[in-house]
């Protein structure tokens, strides 16, 4: 079987999975468009971090659990 290409609307592959995957055509759709989503996904979270930042040094807090998780996505993309 011919494998699955999902593309940017450029042309640039951003996955490749078989037809024969376990993870079914839907799961893969879904995996695809979340890569194809990524770039602008961290770059929201990089700009959400930033503006924490600032507001925190002008003595505002925030929930831990929110700033840590937004903190920790993005070293987990950028693979710290």
Not at 30 to 51: C, D, G, H, Q, S
């Amino acid at each position: 079987d011919e494998p699955y290409l999902f593309c940017t609307s450029v042309g640039d592959v951003i996955a490749e999975a078989s037809a024969g995957s376990t993870a079914g055509v839907f799961q893969l759709h879904a995996n695809a468009r979340l890569i194809a989503a990524a770039p602008e996904l961290l770059e929201a979270l990089t700009f959400v971090a930033k503006w924490f930042a600032m507001r925190e040094d002008k003595g505002e807090t925030f929930p831990s659990q929110l700033t840590n998780s937004v903190r920790a996505a993005i070293s987990k993309a950028e693979g710290r």
